[in-house]
């Protein structure tokens, strides 16, 4: 499975510091009576379970509509495979998981070309500006989870038209067996040891963990969350020494030693230690203390989901105990590890694995600093790289 899942930036979401330690034709749309309840009452226009009669009555709805159409989720991304299983062993709900390795903009390409239609995604996992464009476009159908009071109110839009889901920090992975010195921040990438091994996970003008890592690269370059300048210097420095691969990071780049040294989400790229265990690929994980940069996913429903209540219950089922820890076991920080941390939820076991953060990330930046470092970096690129 390919799993480099090309998120377009999206940084607008706010983290505490504890939490962080395509398009196609389709056919005409579903029946009118999707997601409607034994009390006629439609999830379409459900805003929380109670509005359908309570969790028991939105099971129903969903097991009746017997599918859920997702889109972009890697199966290795965040352990999701492991929480799409889980769902469907629990409610018998089949999920259709399209374009596994796409971008937050293809889903949002998928739910304007496919308004109406049953291919429609059903639910969508966004990076953060592109769940605030989806919102201001209309696009979303706010719904509050059963535990939505409990995810910070910086981390979700306050008619529950999106929130986070689960977040992690930049990081270097490096394949121990290939590189005699793992490096462990930005200015180690600079030595000359280096040659044609650093890679990113995706082109920073699309992708959004490449984006991050651009963003990551300016604060360790004198750079700050109004200029991101310096990190796309950096990778321009780099490029001119050699070092930097243009190739994209995937699990079979780094099988086949392509990308040794590979600067991506902690999430991904822990979970390559335990992929490659047993290939004899030792994957070392570290989180640059000079350019420290963390950042959450969000999720949302598409206003015309086909299968409303199937999408709803995902939701909550996400936001369950169940799924939190999906995530985490996934080496992802999920968005209610606080509220969860209190109850005694926690799967201790996934939080000891999670890689060590020896500067945490706690000042975000805004939408108008994220769209501005966008901005910069879709018109400056592709020159700082050339050559």
Known sequence: MTVHRARTAAIAAVLTAAALSLTACGSAGSSTTAGTTAGGKSAKTATSAA????MDALVAAA????????????????????????????????????????????EINAITSRKDQDRAPDVVDLGSAFALSAASQGLLAPYKVTDFDKIPDSMKAPDGASYNDYGGYMSIGCDAKKVAVCPKTFADLLNPAYKGMVALNGDPTKAGAAFGAVYAAALANGGSLDNIQPG?????????????????????????????????????????????????????????????????YNQAINKWAPHPAAARLWEEYLYSADGQNGFLKGYATPALFDAMKTAGTLDPT??????????????????????????????????????
């Open 350 to 387: 996934a939080v000891s694995k999670l890689p060590t953060v020896a500067v945490p990330f706690t000042n975000f930046p805004s939408q108008t600093q994220t769209d501005a470092a966008k901005k910069v970096v879709t018109q400056n690129w592709a020159a700082a790289i050339a050559g």
């Open 232 to 296: 796309i210097d950096f990778f321009g420095k780099l490029k001119k020494a050699g070092n930097f691969n243009p190739v994209e990071v995937t699990p079979a780049t780094i099988q086949k030693g392509e990308t040794p040294i590979s600067v991506d989400w902690s999430y991904l790229n822990a979970g390559y230690t335990d992929k490659f265990a047993s290939q004899g690929i030792q994957w070392q994980v570290s989180i640059p203390s000079d350019g420290s940069y963390a950042q959450y």
């Open 63 to 106: 097991k009746k509509e017997g599918t859920l159409n997702a889109i972009t989720l890697p199966r290795d991304w965040a352990n999701y495979g492991a929480i799409m299983d889980a769902f469907t062993a629990k409610y018998g709900i089949k999920i259709q998981d399209e374009n596994p390795d796409g971008s937050s903009q293809d």
């Open 51 to 54: 509005d359908l009669g309570g």
